[in-house]
């Protein structure tokens, strides 16, 4: 999942291998779950916004957090 002030905007999809990682199970039992109604809403929000880091470019705080 990908942030932004606590706002969940987007993630990237688990192939088998991962789904089946003991880490990744332990990492998702532990965090809160989102719908993927929860991501478009806070999108759509991050959109009306204009801090949509996809659409939008963002002055970042901390630039060598975002993955590459």
């Given amino acids: 999942m990908y942030f932004i002030e606590n706002v969940a905007f987007q993630f990237d999809s688990l192939d088998r291998i991962?789904?089946?990682?003991?880490?990744?199970?332990?990492?998702?039992?532990?965090?809160?779950?989102?719908?993927?109604?929860?991501?478009?809403?806070?999108?759509?929000?991050?959109?009306?916004?204009?801090?949509?880091?996809?659409?939008h470019e963002l002055d970042l705080i901390n630039p060598e957090l975002i993955p590459e």
């Fill in 18 to 55: 991962d789904k089946e990682d003991k880490w990744v199970l332990s990492e998702a039992a532990s965090n809160e779950e989102y719908t993927i109604k929860d991501v478009i809403i806070s999108s759509d929000y991050l959109l009306q916004e204009e801090c949509h880091p996809v659409v």
